[in-house]
């Protein structure tokens, strides 16, 4: 399974209502290092598939999303767990920070 295209129209079903711990990727199709963190994105999708959902939002097209998370830097990378936001990480960092962060929360 790869990554899902989260949306202000599946936002509460695919996230809010999950079973699942979520993590989705805040990107824009203009941002340089949101094309870099792409491929660990779905690296990690295929590494926890079945433990966690992973996402990708277009900050671009769901700017009412961005600005309900206060995306003010992209990438950002949030992970929600029981409806709620309790891990955000910013700007392009190693696979490895994103496996720890995952980890701590499941």
Not at 26 to 35: I, T
Not at 47 to 52: A, L
Request: proline share 6%; net charge neutral.
């Amino acid at each position: 399974m790869s990554e899902i295209v989260i949306t202000e129209q599946n936002f509460e079903t695919e996230v809010l209502n999950s079973q699942l711990t979520v993590l989705i990727d805040f990107w824009a199709p203009w941002c340089g290092p949101c094309k870099m963190l792409a491929p660990v994105i779905e690296e990690i999708a295929k590494e926890y598939e079945g433990k966690i959902k992973v996402g990708k939002l277009n900050t671009d097209e769901n700017a009412n999303l961005a600005a309900k998370f206060m995306i003010t830097s992209i990438p950002t990378v949030i992970i929600f767990k029981d409806k709620k936001p309790v891990q955000t990480l910013v700007g392009f960092r190693p696979k490895t920070e994103f496996k720890k962060a995952v980890d701590s929360i499941l």
